[in-house]
């Protein structure tokens, strides 16, 4: 049994985009499963004094994230572009709907996201400046799981509450 699969993937790496601190730097997905486990994102980290990275799913970008994690600049790819996996609490999502993958981090950092142009993935576009650039994800399910929480993402802010700040943001509380 492999319960694990990858749902969406956008793979093309030719290019690097050096991502825009306090904003919000996105890409659009619509996923087929239901139960989101993880994503994998192709990164690289090029400032050792740079900040903790976060990465929310959302149904848009004015909306409370679905769920996110955070992580120290250490934890991701050092001065390289290489897959790293945000390993989020799991989130149920509806087939076929739009998605967001949002990465946000704070000023004085300095985190590249490869990608490539020409539309390589088409169900979904990017906060990119070209219209024609996907990042590279990868959305990771896992067909056999149901949910047993209600609101896992409550659970999870609950052991992280340091996240509290960056939810105002989104919220523009
Ligand atoms: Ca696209």
Partial sequence: MIPSVIDQQQTKTPEIFTLIPDAQNWQQFKNRG?????????????????????????????TSPLTGATYNPGELPENIQDWFTFDVPDVELTGGKTYYIIVTFGLMSDYRWSGAHGNPYKSG???????????????????????????????????????????RYFLGL
């Fill in 34 to 62: 239901e139960i989101l486990e993880s994503v994998d994102l192709h990164i690289g980290c090029y400032d050792s004094l740079s900040g903790w990275i976060s990465l929310f799913i959302a149904e848009s970008l004015t």
């Fill in 125 to 167: 576009a990017s906060s990119h400046p070209d219209a024609d650039w996907d990042f590279a994800f990868r959305t990771v399910v896992d067909k056999s799981k149901t949910m047993e929480l209600e609101s896992p993402f409550l659970y999870f802010l609950e052991n992280h509450p340091y996240l509290f700040p960056i939810l």
